[in-house]
């Protein structure tokens, strides 16, 4: 039976507004939007309802590493010796570990008011086996904690630029294109539909060579599918690609793809201004990690300019050291006012910062991921966070500050419930 959702304000058009019903269709997708005079079947009171949050780029498997790797011994650490930690909890995740880890890191996300993960997935394969079985355990954790997953599967193919694959990343391995096509038919008839959906993803420039990147690519596009790449989060990067090809990685890109539609590059730490303008003029989407990129060391992104061309900007929670996106959409301007010594960084055409960076955490997430999301419009589907009203952090917030309350000043604790596809979940 349709739902009709009644909450005391409705995040709608860019704006909190009262009186506002939501009706849910049968088939988990919202149907009419507006003062519809319906007796509500759910009355949201002193709730805010805004759509489900998108983190558009998670390793869930990182939640794991959590406290670990935070001490430096050797003296100051970096990405690498990150990745080196990284690794060894790789060599001891087995099937039980890696599917309670991804399953935590989902609920975790719901409990924050995230409806939908991209989850960049590069561990396929059983300690012993090269059988992908861990593509599948990732869609059961997604499907048991109730979290809607485009799995975004990754190639992953050399260990470095023409480098073999190190033992370590031998669980990594899609050993070629037919191979990785094959594996994605299969992966099509169990994905659990319509919470579970697929894309492309090449690891990165380091672990996929230009022209199976080019094809990956035109293969994912003629299907209609998005594509994510790790682009430019580390300066050594650009450095082996500028050795080994000429250019740094994005510009490589943008020669390799007659596009950038449906393409996500993730990071674009380092990235020339030149080479942003081609990648964005083509319809590309940046996808930022402000807290794993704080975590990593990576540096700031040149979030001036990006912000200035009006490119379309999403957030991840990446290394899941923190899961949380009022964390990631707060600083994603925090940093960029650290970086400048100026406020207001990622503002919109009428000076408000909040509606941008929500824009982040929902729609922009939603069409980097290829979903009708992140938004409470007719069409899309009905996922949603119900924001307490009551929470001590959004006391004394009104309908015109509580989005700038919600990022600045709150966390999990001021989401009340959440919904999936139309389907409630117990907090
Ligand atoms: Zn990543």
């Not at 299969?186 to 199976?212: F, K």
């Amino acid at each position: 039976m349709a739902q009709i959702l009644e909450a005391d304000l409705t995040w709608i058009d860019g704006a909190f507004e009262q009186g506002i019903q939501v009706e849910v269709t049968d088939s988990g997708v919202i149907g009419d939007v507006g003062p519809l005079g319906r007796t509500p079947s759910r009355r949201l009171r002193r709730r805010a309802l805004v759509p489900g949050m998108i983190n558009a780029h998670s390793h869930a498997f990182q939640r794991a590493l959590r406290g670990r790797g935070e001490t430096f011994p050797q003296g100051a650490g970096t990405f690498w010796t990150w990745r080196e930690a990284m690794y060894q909890l790789v060599a001891r995740l087995d099937d039980e570990t890696f599917y309670r880890t991804c399953l935590l890191a989902f609920r975790e996300m719901l409990a924050g008011g995230i409806t939908t993960v991209g989850e960049f997935h590069y561990l396929h394969h059983s300690p012993a086996a090269s059988d992908f079985a861990y593509d599948r355990l990732v869609l059961q954790a997604a499907r048991d904690a109730g979290i809607r997953i485009v799995l975004l599967n990754v190639y992953y193919r050399t260990g470095g630029i023409g480098q073999p694959l190190a033992p370590a990343q031998q669980r990594f391995e899609t050993a070629s294109l037919d191979c990785y096509w094959n594996n994605m038919a299969a992966l099509g008839s169990v994905a659990d539909t319509p919470l579970q959906s697929l894309g492309v993803a090449a690891h990165s420039i380091r672990a996929v060579g230009l022209e199976e990147m080019a094809a990956l690519r035109a293969e994912a596009q003629r299907r209609g599918l998005v594509f994510h790449v790790h682009v430019e989060e580390q300066r050594q990067e650009i450095d082996e690609s500028v050795a080994a090809y000429g250019q740094p990685p994005m510009r490589l890109m943008t020669e390799l793809f007659d596009s950038m539609d449906r393409v996500t590059g993730v990071h674009c730490t380092h990235t020339r201004p030149e080479d942003m303008e081609r990648f964005l003029a083509g319809g590309g989407t940046v996808c930022l990690c402000p807290t794993t990129e704080a975590n990593l060391g990576d540096g700031i992104a040149d979030l001036v300019h990006l912000s200035a061309q009006r490119g379309r900007m999403c957030l991840g929670t990446d290394s899941n050291a923190r899961i949380s996106m009022m964390e990631e959409m707060r600083w994603v301007e925090y940093g960029q006012r650290l970086a400048h010594e100026s406020r207001g960084i990622m503002r919109g055409p009428d000076g408000d910062v909040a509606r941008p960076v929500f824009d982040m955490a929902t729609v922009n997430g939603a069409h980097a991921l290829g979903l009708e999301a992140g938004v409470i419009a007719t069409g899309a589907v009905a996922d949603f966070a119900a924001l307490d009203l009551d929470a001590d952090q959004l006391t004394g917030a009104d309908a015109a500050t509580l989005l700038p309350a919600f990022i600045c000043g709150s966390d999990a604790s001021a989401v009340a419930e959440v919904c999936v596809g139309g389907r409630w979940l117990e907090p």
